[in-house]
């Protein structure tokens, strides 16, 4: 199918509506804040033309400037007037590389990161390393064969969009992370700040031609608009070139506006959109991720629920310890509303500590209890937790006061063995059996939890979890 979107050129300009500012424009980027009102953009992600590399035939184009300063001078104009145009919870990323000019290198990325902070306000975030692995075959004396460029990462205020989770790698998880789950974040790895995304075959897109000098790779953008936008945003590329960035925006669901010169590429665009579509399976991507994150997260929130009391038992009483509890009972249950807004908080559990008959020193008990759990690492597992004291008399007039208790289902872990359960079982058979448990269960009591876990020992991309 090919879907063609009508062009706005300067002629038209002046009968524009806001209606038709969602588009490709067959425009000058220096004339961006003529036709977008201000506060519009969620986030613009762009690479400018690179300075006295390319010429692409254009009177007064941007990279041909006279001198080097006059070229900083037009790209710290463009975006210092983009600063206005852009939400205060937006953000600006540039695609920048270094040039040799006069037998030196020219740090154009942090000229430019300079000149925008002292002309117009935008605050550096961050500086990421594009590794593109490869690139034009450009060669040049006292240099080796370039591969990577930087990516700056500006935003407008401190309270800019950033949705870290998002794009957090589950993956690649050794088999210990079953035995160690307090090492590794519920929400997956987080990415370094060196990206290696491959750019398309120059001059090749699948089947199509994509006649750009350095198109970007469409997961590039994928990570920087899941980061920083939400469906619905607008996405702002004012040196569009092939138009990768707005195709992968209207997959995404979000709105676009895009600036080029050169006409062979706005005519180029509805191919270009077709080509991304055909390369973006938004739903299968999106949730293959999204179901992947979160089958990690439930893992490993699970195998800390139960580890937890592992760890507070033995610290507290020693294994193989006279004073042993009879049982723990680990019961999860949602956090409250106002502990959802702490990064840390990730679960709550009530543990109820169960002894035959009345510990010696309850209250000593009870706060060695306290203090152990305040320190690390119980202090490191994101659980909040309460913790009860209690004799097995005082547990069973409970019962009635907890479904786990009242014929609720529990899964039974024994002799610390916390990533796989023995067994299922309910209150009244934990009753029973509870002195044929305890020995059985030699160096841990008894653990019963809500928390089904029954994790093989592999890496997370093997595994089936439960």
């Not at 590329?237 to 050169?262: H, N, T, W």
């Not at 062979?264 to 973006?280: I, L, S």
Request: one cysteine or more; proline letters at 5%.
């Amino acid at each position: 199918m090919n879907f063609k979107r009508p062009v706005l050129t300067d002629s038209k300009l002046k009968n524009h509506t806001i209606d038709k500012l969602h588009r490709l424009h067959l425009m000058d980027a220096r004339r961006l804040h003529d036709l977008i009102p201000k506060k519009t953009v969620d986030v613009t992600i762009t690479s400018p033309p690179y300075y006295k590399m390319k010429n692409y035939g254009f009177k007064n184009q941007i990279g041909h400037e006279r001198t080097y300063e006059d070229y900083l001078n037009v790209l710290t104009d463009i975006f210092a007037k983009l600063y206005d145009l852009t939400k205060d919870s937006g953000s600006l990323w540039l695609v920048l590389d270094t040039v040799k000019l006069d037998g030196e290198v020219k740090l154009i990325p942090f000229d430019i990161a300079t000149r925008l902070k002292d002309q117009s306000g935008w605050k550096l975030q961050h500086v990421i390393i594009w590794n593109k692995q490869k690139t034009l075959p450009w060669v040049r004396k006292g240099q080796l064969r370039n591969i990577y460029e930087y990516i700056l990462f500006l935003t407008k205020t401190k309270n800019f969009k950033y949705h870290i989770d998002r794009i957090q790698e589950p993956a690649r998880l050794k088999h210990w992370w079953v035995r160690y789950p307090e090492r590794y974040n519920p929400k997956g790895k987080l990415p370094t700040d060196i990206w290696e995304f491959l750019i398309p075959t120059q001059g090749f897109m699948g089947k199509k031609y994509l006649r750009h000098f350095c198109p970007f790779p469409t997961k590039l953008v994928e990570r920087v608009l899941l980061l920083t936008t939400d469906v619905g945003d607008t996405v702002l590329d004012p040196f569009a070139g092939s138009g990768v960035v707005l195709a992968l925006a209207e997959c995404m669901g979000r709105q676009y506006i895009g600036f080029e010169l050169k006409e062979d590429y706005v005519q180029m665009f509805p191919k270009v959109q077709d080509e991304v579509r055909q390369q973006y399976v938004k739903e299968e991507r999106e949730l293959n991720h999204r179901k992947k994150q979160q089958e990690l997260e439930r893992a490993i929130k699970n195998l800390r629920q139960v580890k937890y009391p592992k760890i507070l038992v033995e610290k507290v009483f020693g294994k193989n310890s006279d004073a042993s509890p009879l049982a723990v009972f680990a019961l999860s249950e949602d956090l409250y509303e106002d502990e959802r807004n702490s990064k840390w908080k990730l679960m709550r559990e009530n543990l109820f500590i169960v002894f035959d008959g009345d510990p010696v020193n309850r209250a000593a008990v009870k706060s060695r209890i306290d203090m152990i759990s305040s320190r690390a690492p119980l202090s490191k597992f994101g659980i909040v937790a309460n913790h009860s004291v209690v004799t097995f008399k005082e547990l069973l007039d409970r019962q009635n006061r907890h479904p786990c208790f009242d014929g609720g289902k529990l899964w039974l872990y024994l002799n610390g063995k916390v990533h796989q359960y023995e067994q299922v079982v309910d209150f009244k058979e934990w009753v029973e059996h509870r002195i044929e448990w305890q020995a059985a269960s030699k160096n841990v009591p008894p653990i019963l939890s809500n928390v089904e876990v029954y994790q093989q020992e592999v890496p997370f991309e093997e595994s089936t979890l439960a």
